[in-house]
């Protein structure tokens, strides 16, 4: 079973910048997209970025556009997302995903921003 293994969350002052990390725990065949979710308590999971394989065509919630950018590696299974100009509005369990034959995620890890 192959798991997708997250680190760099934790707690920022707002301004602040984090790098989340994301591996596969084993290799993934045909990865098509790569991409980081977030999910505040109460409220639906949201897709925050995303990256396709081969073209590396990236796409980007408006609420995070110019702040956060995305970088993967579908040969190395990795993803990352580096987080810039943290708000306190960011402050959410973060989570990657990888879309192969099937699709992985990630355990989440927390992202806290202090006002």
């Known amino acids: 079973q192959v798991q997708l293994v997250e680190s760099g969350g934790g707690l920022v002052q707002a301004g602040g910048s984090l790098r989340l990390s994301c591996v596969a725990s084993a290799s993934i065949a045909s990865i098509s997209s790569m991409g980081w979710y977030r999910q505040v308590p109460g409220k639906q999971r949201e897709l925050v970025a995303s990256i396709t394989t081969g073209s590396k065509i990236k796409w980007y919630a408006n609420f995070v556009k110019g702040r956060f950018a995305i970088s993967g590696d579908d040969a190395k299974n990795t993803v990352t997302l580096q987080m810039n100009s943290l708000k306190v509005e960011d402050t959410a369990v973060y989570y990657c995903?990888?879309?192969?034959?099937?699709?992985?995620w990630g355990q989440g890890t927390q992202v806290t921003v202090s006002s």
């Open positions: 995903q990888m879309r192969g034959q099937s699709t992985y």
